[in-house]
C-alpha cells in the first residue's frame, strides 16, 4: 500500500509535479540537521515522497497505484441482499447477464484510461530526458552572478562573488542538475538542483562537507 503524500505533507493535486516536488524538498531541508525519531522517520517519508515526484514517469505511476488502492478502499455500495427470483422469471438472469457485461465494460475502459495515462506519461518523460536549455548568465539574490556554458549533457560555470570566484561542472538529465563546484579559497561542494519548466530558475541543495545542506535558488 502506497502512502497518501498528497494528504501527509499538505499538498495539492491540482498543483503541478514540480511545485509539489519543490515543496518536499523545503520540508526535508526544515528537518534535515534534526536528530529526533520523529524528524528521523519524517525524513525517510520525505524521500521516499520525492522519488515519487522526481520524474513525470515515477509520478504519474504514483498517482495510478493511488487512485488504484482508493478504488480498493472504498468500492461502490451495492445491496447486500436483492429480491429472491421465483417461477419462470428470469429477471434474476437478465439482471446477471447485464452486470457481467457492465463490468467486463468498466475493466476495458479502465484499461484504457490506465494505458491512455501511461503513455502520456512515457512521451512526457521522453521529452523531459531531453536536456533543459540552461545556458546563459544567472543570478543569485546575494549579488552572485553566474555564466553558464551548455554543451548538451555537459554544464560548465563561472562566477564571482566578492572576488571569490567560483567554479563548476557537472550533468544536466532532462531537468535534474547535479554539480561539483569549487572556489577560489580552497572551498567546495555538491549541489542537486532542479531546473524550472520555464527554464527561469534553477532550485535544489548545495552539500557542502563539515558544514551541511543548505538551499541554492539562481534567476534570470
Do not use: C
Amino acid at each position: 500500500m502506497v502512502a497518501d503524500y498528497f494528504e501527509l505533507f499538505g499538498l495539492s493535486r491540482t498543483a503541478s509535479r514540480q511545485t509539489n516536488y519543490d515543496k518536499l524538498q523545503r520540508e526535508l531541508l526544515k528537518v534535515n540537521n534534526l536528530h529526533s525519531q520523529k524528524a528521523i522517520v519524517k525524513q525517510g517519508q520525505l524521500k521516499e515522497a520525492l522519488a515519487h515526484f522526481q520524474s513525470e514517469r515515477s509520478y504519474q505511476d504514483y498517482l495510478a497505484e493511488l487512485d488504484i488502492q482508493q478504488i480498493k478502499i472504498d468500492p461502490p455500495k451495492t445491496d447486500p441482499s436483492p429480491p429472491p427470483t421465483t417461477g419462470d422469471d428470469d429477471t434474476g438472469g437478465l439482471v446477471g447477464e447485464v452486470g457481467s457485461l457492465l463490468l467486463k465494460w468498466g475493466l476495458a475502459a479502465g484499461k484504457a484510461y490506465f494505458d491512455s495515462r501511461r503513455e502520456r506519461a512515457e512521451e512526457e518523460q521522453r521529452l523531459a530526458t531531453l536536456p533543459a536549455s540552461i545556458a546563459g548568465q544567472w543570478g543569485m539574490r546575494d549579488g552572485t552572478i553566474f555564466q553558464i556554458q551548455q554543451d548538451g549533457s555537459h554544464v560548465y560555470l563561472r562566477g564571482n562573488f566578492m572576488g571569490v570566484m567560483i567554479e563548476g561542472q557537472g550533468m544536466l538529465q532532462g531537468r535534474n542538475l547535479a554539480l561539483q563546484l569549487r572556489n577560489s579559497m580552497g572551498g567546495g561542494g555538491t549541489a542537486q538542483l532542479t531546473v524550472a519548466a520555464n527554464n527561469k530558475r534553477i532550485s535544489g541543495t548545495l552539500s557542502v562537507p563539515y558544514q551541511g545542506d543548505f538551499p541554492l535558488e539562481m534567476y534570470r
